[in-house]
């Protein structure tokens, strides 16, 4: 329902209530759902939503990156924000080390 609202918002350019359910929907952020989410992110061009699927990510970067959704999602999309959510992975294990 939450993305409901979500697409709305994006379609009629309701920006506060597109900035509301970005930040919903980045409370829900589970290992079970952050494909799904990064999807929504990146076709909505939902930037905060991003920075939150980024932020997951970053610290289950192990667990997430070796999904078969994942690794599936990385051969069958066209999703250059997943791309640039690797690289930002890449970036954090470097520090982290």
């Not at 509301?20 to 905060?48: G, P, Q, W």
């Not at 994942?70 to 959510?85: A, G, I, M, N, R």
């Amino acid at each position: 329902m939450k993305n409901d609202f979500e697409f709305s918002a994006d379609k009629y350019e309701v920006l506060a209530l597109k900035d509301c359910c970005e930040r919903l929907i980045a409370n829900t952020i589970t290992l079970k759902n952050i494909t799904s989410i990064a999807v929504f992110a990146d076709t909505y061009s939902a930037s905060y939503l991003k920075q939150a699927v980024t932020r997951y990510l970053s610290l289950h970067d192990k667990v997430i990156i070796g999904t078969p959704e994942w690794k599936v999602l990385k051969k069958v999309s066209d999703y250059h924000f997943l791309d640039q959510t690797n690289i930002i992975v890449v970036v954090c294990r470097t520090v982290k080390a």
